[in-house]
């Protein structure tokens, strides 16, 4: 799976990449009860400039991505001096309120995510396999604190298609992934995207306390 991920990113296949920010986040990310300067982990994060819109909007961002190209990318195509340092075993690169951590988002540990209060998912978890996405969510949990909100923007095919990435998970897969550990509430079903039959969904996650609390 990385090495398909890299291999897009080599060869310019990035059709999932926006050249805005998704109109999901734009609207509900304001309901949420995310305090001004609390910093948003966005894994696999690409170039998206959904992080440009949360720093934006006041929130320090922490972006991991195994690609090169991406954080180059979207470094070039920012505004502002970029500062480079290593940590944590990651290469990092900041810009303005953004920081990317170059690596695999599964060695991104807590003692590393200390300072995260709320997360942003439009694409990490719709680009696994099956076999890693409950990695992926048990990981996802260990890096917030109680109380942590965030949005997740999820994907279905159409029946019949079985391909990916970006893969089909279905609003009962998403439940069942995350609700052991965040209260999790489906905010909207999309249309069925012209030509490719994809629908997104969006969801609200809040990282539940001990005991379920």
Request: charged share 25%.
């Amino acid at each position: 799976m990385d090495n398909e991920w890299l291999a897009r990113w080599r060869e310019g296949r990035i059709g999932f990449h926006r050249h805005e920010a998704h109109p999901a986040l734009v609207r509900y990310w304001p309901t949420l009860s995310v305090a001004p300067g609390t910093k948003v982990l966005v894994p696999l994060c690409g170039k998206s400039l959904d992080m440009r819109w949360l720093a934006g909007e006041g929130y320090p961002v922490l972006g991991i991505e195994l690609a090169d190209e991406a954080i180059e990318q979207f470094l070039a195509e920012g505004e502002g001096e970029v500062s480079r340092y290593r940590g944590d075993g990651f290469d990092i690169s900041r810009q303005g309120n953004v920081e990317l951590w170059r690596g695999d988002f599964f060695h991104f540990h807590i003692e590393a995510a200390a300072e995260l209060g709320a997360f942003y998912d439009r694409a990490a978890l719709i680009a696994l396999p099956e076999a890693t996405r409950q990695r992926y969510a048990f990981h996802l949990a260990q890096l917030l604190p109680p109380g942590s909100q965030g949005l997740l923007i999820g994907l279905t095919r159409a029946p019949g298609d079985e391909g990916g990435p970006p893969f089909s998970v279905d609003a009962d897969e998403i439940r069942e992934l995350f609700a052991a550990n965040f209260e999790v509430v489906h905010l909207e079903e999309g249309e069925p995207e012209p030509g490719s039959g994809f629908r997104e969904s969006v969801w609200s996650l809040t990282r539940r306390g001990p005991q379920g609390g």
